[in-house]
């Protein structure tokens, strides 16, 4: 099955800072990239999407790429703020059905 | 639109007790996925239905965990009898289905302790 390994795992940057992180996956056949924030004690939220046939999506702030080669997909924040502080997860999703793989998140920490 | 909606949001139980955590997805979506969600990382898929059908439930612990989704609509997991373990975030979510690729939705999750 596919295999989603994330980095870092924890990762602090100064506000007005840029935040990346990264994720790799193992099944060329997954074709869809969502990222998440989760903020303590709150669920899962959407925050942007990739497909497979797009190198990379932009929304405002937040960005995110996509290298099917290397089978490797990131997360870019930029500006960052106090309030971008919260766990972030990405995920791989199968063309053979509805199954997500999750990292194991990103507790991103922004010093005021 | 309302959410993803679970219930209880939080609940306490000794060990060995049963417990029953409820689901109602976002309406129209077939896919409905139940989670465990330990501190400090990401979801672990327990079990996916495509509407009232169970097709991946490789994950779930069988011998104490069971689900059901009668009418394709709600879904309970119970968990009987619960063990120390057990003590997690359960999430649920659900998406419309499709070929794959659809946008996935959580709920709040259940908080469960187990004393």
């Known amino acids: 099955g596919e295999n989603v390994e994330q980095h870092p795992s924890t990762l602090s940057v100064q506000e007005g800072d840029s935040a990346v992180i990264k994720c790799t996956y193992s099944?060329?056949?997954?074709?869809?990239f969502p990222w998440y924030k989760q903020e303590l004690g709150k669920r899962p939220q959407l925050i942007i999407d990739?497909?497979?046939?797009?190198g990379e999506k932009k929304d405002q702030r937040i960005a995110v790429t996509l290298n099917k080669t290397a089978k490797h997909f990131s997360l870019h924040i930029t500006e960052t703020q106090p309030e971008d502080s919260a766990v972030y997860f990405c995920a791989a999703s199968s063309n053979t059905g509805n199954q997500f793989y999750f990292g194991t998140g990103t507790s991103l920490t922004v010093i005021p | 639109e309302a959410g993803v909606v679970q219930s209880p949001r939080y609940k306490i139980i000794e060990k060995k007790q049963p417990v029953a955590f409820w689901c109602n997805p976002i309406s129209g979506h077939n896919t409905l996925y139940w989670y465990l969600q330990n501190l400090g990382q990401g979801p672990e898929l327990l079990i996916r239905?495509?509407?009232?059908?169970?097709?991946?439930d490789s994950q779930l612990p069988k011998d104490r965990f069971s689900a059901e989704r009668l009418k394709g609509v709600d879904s309970t997991l119970k968990i009987q009898p619960a063990e120390l373990g057990d003590s997690a975030v359960y999430l649920c979510?659900?998406?419309?289905?499709?070929?794959?690729?659809?946008?996935?939705?959580f709920g709040p999750g259940t908080r469960l302790l187990v004393l």
């Open positions: 979510a659900s998406s419309s289905g499709g070929t794959g690729g659809e946008t996935q939705y």
């Open positions: 239905y495509e509407n009232e059908e169970a097709v991946d």
């Open positions: 099944d060329s056949a997954s074709n869809y």
């Open positions: 990739i497909r497979s046939n797009v």
